[in-house]
């Protein structure tokens, strides 16, 4: 509380390029983190077993890089609207709910524009974010991911798409520092890491689900959170995050999507789900 209360009363530097009194991010800064363009198809090399597609609002660098450590490291929580819209781009892209996928840069348009949500469906769009550990949660004051995908749950809602934030994941067992590890080393650290929470099988049958998270870098976080929801029988149709590194951004590709269930292949309310089974993805 006592974060929120400060950024009401004091001048605020810009998060994005330090410049003074130019409040939570300039103007120059907010438009390049939320309208930077169309979301992109992402996949880090190597890719983890059971990564679903991922799509990203940007790379991890410049004003992105320093609104995502502001947020997370330094409690600058008025970031997390901006930072929410360009994650409500890259969840847009994953599930085809609305917004085009695709375009160069400039090409992008407001996270509400764009058809409304899946037509002849009330069924709520799931945002199920990577958990934080309880240490690290203490340790900044905030849950970073959930925060971020309540913003983006909210300008998805203003755009139609009937969305809303599970957080149904938690670590079951410790898990050791990522820093320094590893891509093969990762995802020996958290395969098996996660689980639901009690209840959480029959809130994740409710409709179809995107795993989102702030950055990617190896996948492996992905991976395992989406392992978790498909064991706990939900329907993963993509995952999303606000960043990756520079050299994870490449054109998009054909992959697999989740097959089975009421969320997949031809009875799918939503048309990138459909798109992609009729053009073989599995």
């Known amino acids: ?3 929120e209360l400060a950024d009401l009363v004091l001048p605020v530097d810009c998060a994005g ?6 409040g939570t991010l300039c103007e120059g800064c907010d438009g390049r983190l939320t309208g930077a363009g169309a979301a992109r198809r992402v996949r880090p090399d190597p890719e983890p077993p059971g990564l679903p ?3 990203a609002a940007g790379a991890y660098e410049d004003t992105v890089r320093s609104a995502l450590l502001a947020h997370k490291e330094r409690g600058a929580l008025r970031l997390a609207g901006p930072l929410g819209d360009a994650l409500a781009r890259a969840v847009r892209a994953a599930c085809g709910a609305g917004a085009a996928v695709g375009g160069g840069a400039g090409a992008g348009s407001p996270v509400g524009a764009g058809p409304p949500g899946p037509p002849g469906t009330d069924a709520p769009l799931l ?9 690290a949660v203490a340790a900044r004051g905030h849950d970073p991911a959930r925060r971020i995908a309540l913003r983006a749950a909210r300008a998805l809602r203003g755009g ?3 969305a809303r934030v599970l957080a149904v994941l938690r670590q079951r067992r410790p898990v050791a520092d990522q820093t320094g590890l590893s891509a093969a080393g990762r995802m020996a650290n958290l395969t098996g890491a996660l689980g639901t929470v009690a209840g959480g ?3 994740l049958a409710h409709g ?6 702030d950055l990617m870098t190896t996948g492996a976080s992905l991976a395992e959170a989406s392992r978790a ?6 329907a993963v149709c993509g995952a999303a995050v606000i960043a990756v590194p520079p050299r994870a951004w490449e054109a998009p590709q054909p992959v697999r999507v989740c097959a089975g269930g009421a969320w997949a292949g031809e009875r799918s309310p939503y048309p990138a789900v459909r798109r992609r089974m009729r053009d073989g993805g599995g």
Do not use: I
Request: net charge positive.
């Open 1 to 3: 509380m006592w974060r």
């Open 53 to 55: 597609e991922v799509y």
């Open 208 to 213: 179809p689900v995107v795993v989102v998270d």
């Open 160 to 162: 139609g798409v009937p």
């Open 229 to 234: 929801v498909r064991a706990a029988g939900g």
């Open 127 to 135: 945002l199920v974010p990577v958990p934080s550990s309880r240490r």
């Open 17 to 22: 390029c330090g410049r003074a009194g130019g």
């Open 201 to 203: 099988e029959r809130l």
